[in-house]
């Protein structure tokens, strides 16, 4: 009963062994996949790998590093594809003061459009923040994104941060670096955050977490994140997999916990 709730299984990193990575899945307990498309390349992959697995859903989405490249043409696209029956979230969109690939203006433009987007069809957003805490939260404040609430994509602040996003209607996403040793910041979200606000992620093929850190990750490795948050909670593994796979499942409104 295990949700990873933000992968890229359309990578070409898994062009060789796609529906085997899928299988593995499977067998380590994974129910549902939300994969992630944040260009328009990566959004026709994602929604075809949708289309063809019934327990993979899909988010739709322009991420900060594409952000230059978006047009009112691609927006209007997302508008309609909002439509989609698999697709459940938009994102994953943000800003990403890492990189820059796209100028911070930019950023933030695409960043509230795609916000106003939701609040228009009703969807939850996936947020990308890097190196850009107050500029995200101030956006997501303006713009009222609390309306249709979402999740903070690999969470990686402190408890402040991770309080503020709590009082805006936002699920905080864990994935692989809960499991490194030296992960000070993670394991204590991990610790503190209500269960009930919390979901499991790979964000795979990025951030495998530990014994796998530094290779390919996969969508079975997020039992692995599961069972290292049982462990710092001292709770059973299955109460951590039950209750973030309730979690996502009311976020995107799929199945009973609609």
Request: proline share 4%.
């Amino acid at each position: 009963m295990l949700f990873d709730s933000h992968a890229h299984l359309n990578d070409e990193q898994f062009d060789d062994d796609r529906d085997e990575v899928i299988r593995r899945a499977r067998e380590q307990g994974v129910s549902r996949i939300l994969n992630i498309g944040f260009n328009r390349e990566t959004i026709q992959s994602t929604l075809a790998l949708a289309e063809r697995y019934d327990f993979i859903y899909a988010a739709v989405g322009w991420h900060p590093h594409d952000a230059a490249a978006m047009t009112d043409a691609d927006l209007k696209w997302l508008r309609s594809l909002t439509e989609h029956p698999k697709v459940v979230a938009l994102g994953e969109m943000g800003l990403d003061y890492y990189r820059n690939h796209s100028p911070r203006a930019v950023q933030e433009e695409v960043f509230r459009r795609q916000i106003r987007l939701a609040r228009e069809v009703g969807l939850p957003i996936i947020i990308h923040n890097r190196e850009a805490d107050d500029d995200v939260l101030r956006v997501l404040r303006e713009e009222g994104a609390a309306e249709v609430g979402g999740v903070m994509h690999c969470f990686g602040g402190d408890w402040e941060m991770a309080q503020r996003c709590l009082e805006m209607n936002f699920l905080i996403g864990l994935g692989g670096p809960v499991t490194f040793k030296n992960a000070r910041l993670p394991k204590e979200i991990a610790v503190r955050i209500p269960l009930d606000r919390l979901l499991i992620e790979t964000d795979a093929p990025y951030l495998a977490p530990h014994p796998h850190r530094g290779k390919r990750n996969e969508s079975g490795y997020v039992r692995l994140v599961a069972e290292a948050i049982a462990g710092l909670r001292g709770i059973p593994f299955e109460e951590v997999a039950r209750q973030t796979d309730a979690n996502a499942r009311r976020l995107f409104r799929i199945g009973e916990a609609a």
